[in-house]
């Protein structure tokens, strides 16, 4: 595989191409097909390159202490934590119907598997690719068995150091992975001096391997085409319909609108990079005649006679020779006779 590169459902993430749009449903289905089909059409409808969901096997995820906690959260959905967790999560059958429904509508389905039993509920699926979330950034463990499936991997770097970045891309690099690195502020939402998009810079020059994404918490949609412009071939956003609906993290989703004029704008950034070769387009041309300048005399004058500075003044429309050419007349004897203005052309001296 060439180097910072990613191939994922047939689509291929490399630094010449179009933004990779995931859109981040989560647990924003609250737990309900119908809301997560809605979801992911809705999704659809606004560009998105794939939907993602989250999985965890709570009973072995969490201590029985934090799971049997009380949740009295105005976001639970249920008396306890583990509950509240349970009643979010959709089970083999409905992960299937989710998937199909996604197919049937072409975007990429996957999503994050939070512990090893959930890498192996997705690798049953058979899903395209691997969200590893930010929490698993130290988890080597997961990291490595979820290498061991042969999937592109996604790994997001909230909360971490540089260097439990680069402990996870060895492991990565020795497996021989496939994977992108996220830049990612595990804030819900991060202020905005919290971004530091800049790591996403410092990522390319660090790595040579992986693709680098963007996975942005934050409330609005600049940061992504800020990103993009950085050099992040993947972004992703929590999504949903309604940011009013309840669970934590409605209020910081992307609603439909908002997904579609990021992908817009990002559609547009990918075209407008370019190469980074400076050149004049044909667009261009009758602006620049219009606006740019050209070398004419300001006076009648005779053949024989010596032209200086004074004779030589610079006006548009700039359909002739350009004012850096003024050194070539200088000093220079008018081969023939010239009428006020004229456009200077160098035959005119000798």
């Given at each position: ?83 509240h967790r349970e009643n979010l999560e959709f089970n083999h059958d409905q992960y299937v119907e989710l998937q199909k429904y996604s197919a049937d509508l072409g975007v990429i389905f ?241």
């Amino acid at each position: 595989m060439q180097k910072r590169t990613l191939e994922i459902a047939g689509i291929t993430v490399s630094d010449s191409s179009k933004c990779f749009v995931i859109a981040e449903i989560g647990h924003n289905h609250q737990g309900k097909l119908a809301l997560a089909k809605e979801m992911i059409k809705a999704a659809v409808e606004s560009g998105a390159t794939a939907v993602k969901l989250q999985k965890r096997d709570n009973k072995t995820l969490f201590t029985q202490d934090y799971y049997n906690q009380i949740y009295n959260s105005e976001n639970s959905f249920g008396a306890t934590y583990g509950e509240h967790r349970e009643n979010l999560e959709f089970n083999h059958d409905q992960y299937v119907e989710l998937q199909k429904y996604s197919a049937d509508l072409g975007v990429i389905f996957f999503a994050t598997a939070f512990d090893v039993e959930s890498a192996d509920f997705l690798d049953e699926l058979n899903v395209p690719a691997y969200k590893i979330a930010s929490g698993d950034l130290k988890n080597i463990p997961l990291i490595r068995h979820l290498a061991g499936k042969r999937r592109p991997m996604i790994l997001s770097t909230g909360g971490g150091t540089i260097e439990d970045v680069d402990r996870a891309v060895t492991e990565l690099d020795g497996l021989g992975a496939e994977y992108c690195i996220m830049q990612c502020t595990a804030g819900y939402p991060p202020a905005w001096d919290e971004l530091n998009l800049r790591v996403i810079s410092e990522f390319r020059n660090r790595y040579d391997n992986p693709v680098i994404g963007f996975s942005s918490h934050d409330n609005g949609i600049a940061m992504a085409s800020a990103a993009y412009a950085l050099g992040a071939r993947m972004i992703e956003k929590h999504f949903t319909t309604n940011r009013t609906l309840k669970g934590t993290d409605h209020a910081f989703s992307l609603e439909p609108q908002g997904l579609r004029k990021m992908v817009r704008d990002l559609d547009r950034l990918h075209v407008a990079m370019g190469d980074g070769q400076k050149r004049q387009f044909d667009s261009e041309k009758d602006p620049l005649r219009k606006m740019g300048k050209k070398l004419v005399i300001t006076r009648s004058m005779k053949a024989g006679e010596v032209l200086t500075e004074s004779d030589i003044a610079f006006k548009s429309p700039g359909d002739g020779l350009a004012p850096y050419m003024i050194n070539n007349f200088v000093g220079k004897q008018l081969t023939k006779d010239l009428v006020q203005e004229h456009s200077l052309a160098l035959g005119d001296v000798q």
